[in-house]
């Protein structure tokens, strides 16, 4: 499958030059994820407090949650204030706020976007729908426990949650890093071949690297 | 050293039929990506892009991120239990889902909704077009770098969002609508806070000209691109707001007056060159026609009366067959409903129709083509579109 | 609309009329008679804007029901189109060269309930759902909570009730009739 989707071609560049170009190997690196740990306990406490007050999100709104992220950009909400900033890219985010209900087809995307963050890295998981399924608890597409498939910090519940229940979450989440607990890019490390079958389980066509950095 | 042609107007190839010819292997393509995961995206879908230097030669829409397939749902639930789910077909604005579920139960159950229940409503759908625009003024000057201007129109957002909770009691999702009528009036001095809000919003929406509409950037960049030939407003299904900026009436306000909007007094701004700047403009004086309209809504409405109809128990609640369709005019175009009933308490089958249905797929696949990459971003939300809509 | 009905009559043969409101009405034809009556009302009825094509699966009847509803925004008035097609060969004339946009209406109908249109443009590229392996979900035999339990993995602890039930025998237990 991926072989036939990603074939080895040759590539003429603009100056002439030829070269093979072979997508699985030269685009992604299959090796598989580290566990990470600390020699020095208090470097880490220091680390961890500076962790917690720059956290920085992905901006990646996978569902309805992400309508309220605007408002908290504003100085009404102002997220700003608590180091909460958003960017476009994963590689510059240490955290993914899973807004919402995931249907598979975006479940794809998020383990893609999850494992090109850098770690350490942390999850919310906003809205009942990624507790339980929530409103859509019999839907075929949509995924019904989100840590099965990612590891998560804390949920903020509700549908939708409010701005206000977010910036707790946020509160609730520097917390659990301050004191040492979010190690969520250790877990799905330690636990790399049940999480990669249960993705699996629900991805039919899986056609991407085990894991992309 | 890398060698450009100057006429570009030999590239690509062009198909006896007037498409690109595509060659990926060539290497003169590049195969671009825009989503889900990208700032300049309206909502959680993607747009496959091929482009050539900085121009697209190809777009595709890819949807289904967000399908949670509530058209099954709906089908396992009662026509009540029915009501807080499709709400979230549409995120920005779902009061017009409830007044297209409880109007479809009204018509074909044959329930008259009374006076000041459907004053209410119309209030209600005011305000959530009202709110929708002023997101989408947002949107569109934060696709062309003018981030401020989010933050104050998002600021007036808040303010009717607040008027929705001092009504409903939810920020977002209201479910204030209910098969037969509302579930309660505006509360004590409503108006007057109203009247005061709207005032704020009337001031933003006046800096917002004088930022964004008069801005030589915003009309440089904007004016002559993501033009729709008139013609094509049929072919392509085009409705709402990007009908009109061609010089076409399509308001379902006014051709097909719902609700109370048959006394109210107003005219929409009818554009010609249907350019992402004539959109805009459209747009903007409709958020003032909005603004507007609550004012009249809430001097005419009466503040008393029965708002609710007596309906027998919902939850035993059956519906003879049969199927109508019902439409109401929401901010990026024409909202409808196509329902159908076999005579349970279940719906055999709804279908809701968003704008974004039309607009998000065939017609951005059009105009995408011969775009600039940087113009994608801005043209995607000038034509407003909202991918939950689409894949439901 | 009566005179639009009386001169469709002449033309095709509409087996069943309903005036549903004063400006909406439904019609059925036979399969083989829909496009044209489709092509007819749009080039020489004004029904000029395509606002939806639905289906409707019937499952005891064995048959899908297919609603092309035409706008006509001159005079302002609806129709629905309704048609039959046999469910175990779904399979109808595709009207992607009339509008454009239904040929998004035709990818997703093949997708959610399998009824082909050929010849209509990128037919077979999944339009909503990826990888998916399941029968086509919008067909009434398809049990998406039974999927659902099956496939995900569902937290325990999530009770259901039966809404009528439960409110029965919470609210008005005595009350006997419905």
């Not at chain 2, 027998?312 to 109401?328: D, S, V």
Request: aromatic content about 10%; glycine content about 8%.
């Amino acid at each position: 499958m991926t072989e036939k989707k990603y074939p080895h071609h040759k590539v003429t560049g603009p100056d002439g030059a030829e070269f093979v170009v072979t997508p699985m190997e030269d685009y992604y690196c299959q090796e598989r994820p580290q566990v990470q740990k600390s020699s020095n306990a208090v470097i880490e406490k220091f680390y961890n407090w500076a962790r917690a007050n720059s956290l920085w999100i992905v901006g990646f709104g996978t569902g309805c949650g992400a309508i309220e992220m605007r408002p908290l950009r504003t100085p009404r909400f102002d997220a700003y204030r608590y180091g909460v900033n958003w960017r476009a890219t994963p590689r510059q985010s240490n955290l993914f706020i899973i807004s919402g209900y995931l249907s598979v087809k975006t479940l794809k995307r998020v383990i893609r976007v999850y494992e090109q963050m850098q770690s350490p890295k942390y999850v919310l998981g906003l809205g009942s729908c990624t507790i339980n399924g929530g409103m859509y608890w019999d839907s075929y597409n949509t995924i019904k426990r989100l840590d099965h498939y990612i590891p998560v910090d804390a949920y903020i519940p509700g549908c939708m949650p409010r701005p206000e229940a977010l910036l707790d979450g946020f509160e609730e989440l520097k917390k659990i890093i301050i004191a040492g607990e979010a190690n969520g890019a250790n877990l799905y490390a330690e636990n790399f071949d049940w999480y990669k079958a249960n993705q699996k389980k629900i991805i039919k066509n899986w056609d991407m690297p085990d894991y992309s950095w | 050293m890398i060698k450009f042609d100057e006429d570009r107007s030999r590239f690509p190839e062009k198909n006896p039929d007037g498409t690109n010819i595509i060659d990926l292997e060539s290497g003169r393509f590049t195969h671009l990506w825009q989503g889900p995961v990208h700032p300049g995206i309206t909502g959680n879908m993607s747009l496959e892009l091929i482009v050539q230097g900085d121009e697209v030669m190809s777009c595709k829409t890819h949807v289904g991120y967000l399908h949670r397939g509530f058209e099954k749902l709906m089908e396992r639930r009662r026509f009540i239990q029915c009501l807080p789910i499709c709400v979230r077909i549409c995120v920005p604005e779902p009061d017009f889902n409830e007044y297209c579920l409880c109007a479809t139960v009204e018509e074909l159950a044959g329930v008259e909704v009374p006076d000041a229940g459907q004053w209410m409503r119309t209030l209600l759908l005011e305000m959530a077009r009202l709110q929708g625009y002023l997101m989408w003024l947002g949107g569109i000057s934060g696709a062309l770098g003018m981030g401020i201007i989010g933050q104050w129109t998002n600021y007036g957002r808040d303010l009717i969002l607040d008027r929705f909770e001092e009504i409903t009691g939810g920020r977002v999702y209201h479910m204030h609508m209910m098969p037969g009528g509302v579930r309660s009036m505006t509360p004590d001095g409503f108006n007057q806070r109203m009247e005061e809000n709207l005032r704020e919003i009337s001031e933003i929406l006046k800096d917002v000209h004088k930022t964004m509409i008069e801005n030589t950037v915003f009309r440089t960049r904007t004016v002559g691109t993501g033009y729709i030939d008139p013609l094509m407003v049929n072919k392509y299904g085009i409705t709402g707001p990007n009908a009109r900026a061609a010089g076409i009436l399509r308001d379902v306000r006014i051709e097909y007056p719902y609700l109370r909007y048959g006394e109210l007094d107003f005219e929409p701004y009818l554009g010609k060159d249907s350019d992402i700047f004539t959109r805009t403009l459209v747009r903007y004086n409709d958020t003032l026609t909005s603004v507007d309209l609550i004012r009249q809504i809430m001097s005419k409405m009466p503040s008393k009366g029965p708002f609710m109809a007596d309906m027998p128990n919902m939850l035993h609640f059956k519906i003879p067959r049969g199927e109508t369709y019902i439409r109401a005019e929401c901010s990026r175009g024409e909202f409808g409903y196509y329902t159908v009933t076999d005579g349970s308490g279940y719906p055999r089958r709804i279908n809701a129709r968003g704008p974004s249905y039309t607009h998000g797929v065939s017609l951005i696949e059009k105009l995408g083509i011969n775009a600039n990459i940087a113009d994608v971003a801005a043209l995607m939300v000038s034509l407003h579109i909202y991918p939950p809509e689409i894949e439901r | 609309m009566k005179t639009l009905l009386t001169n469709l009559k002449k033309r095709h043969d509409i087996t069943a009329s309903k005036l549903q409101r004063n400006n909406e009405l439904f019609v059925t034809v036979p399969n083989n008679q829909a496009v044209s009556l489709v092509t007819y009302l749009r080039d020489h009825e004004g029904f000029s804007h395509l606002v939806i094509l639905s289906a409707v699966d019937w499952l005891e009847e064995e048959v899908f029901q297919l609603t092309y509803l035409l706008n006509n925004p001159e005079l302002k008035q609806d129709i629905g189109v309704r048609t039959l097609v046999d469910r175990n060969e779904p399979v109808m004339e595709s009207i992607h060269h009339l509008w454009e946009h239904s040929a998004t209406y035709q990818r997703e109908l093949f997708e959610m309930f399998g009824i082909s249109f050929p010849t209509s443009p990128r037919m077979e590229e999944p339009f909503i759902l990826e990888g998916w392996d399941g029968p086509p979900p919008y067909r009434r035999d398809f049990d998406t909570l039974k999927y659902a339990e099956e496939t995900y993995f569902p937290r325990p602890g999530r009770t259901t009730n039966d809404v009528a039930a439960y409110m029965k025998e919470k609210l008005y237990p005595e009350d006997d009739n419905d």
